[in-house]
């Protein structure tokens, strides 16, 4: 069983930033690809963010490529969401998820198989 805390959300203008963390516990996320999700209301929960078990390779949507950032910290049992140039779409409960899986990066909900209680961003135009 692994445990996810996230932490780090808020209300902030657009143009501004945000660093999101998932601090995990119960097994280390070396274990693990992990992904950051979110959902904003009304629609489904989208993959925004993820990193694979080995750390090698990275994924990011269209829509936050080039302003957010994944990190993982293994030593620490963590993984950080760095995020720029925020705009008020970005709006939404953002979760942090882990998959056992080694073989890449799954990009459905489903796929993932613990997940954190979410945390709210807001972005005020």
């Known amino acids: 069983q692994v445990q996810l805390v996230e932490s780090g959300g808020g209300l902030v203008q657009a143009g501004g930033s945000l660093r999101l963390a998932c601090a995990a516990s119960?097994?280390?996320?070396?274990?693990?690809?992990m992904g950051w999700f979110r959902q904003a209301p009304g629609k489904e929960r989208e993959l925004v963010a993820a990193?694979?078990?080995?750390?090698?390779?990275?994924y990011y949507a269209d829509s936050v490529n080039g302003r957010f950032t994944i990190s993982r910290d293994n030593a620490k049992n963590t993984v950080d969401l760095q995020m720029n140039s925020l705009k008020p779409e970005d709006t939404a409960v953002y979760y942090c998820?882990?998959?056992?899986?080694?073989?890449?990066?799954?990009?459905?909900?489903?796929?993932?198989?613990?997940w954190g209680q979410g945390t709210q961003v807001t972005v005020s135009s």
């Open positions: 990193v694979s078990w080995s750390g090698s390779s990275t």
């Open positions: 119960g097994r280390a996320i070396s274990n693990y690809a």
């Open positions: 998820a882990a998959d056992s899986w080694r073989g890449g990066i799954h990009r459905r909900p489903p796929q993932y198989d613990y």
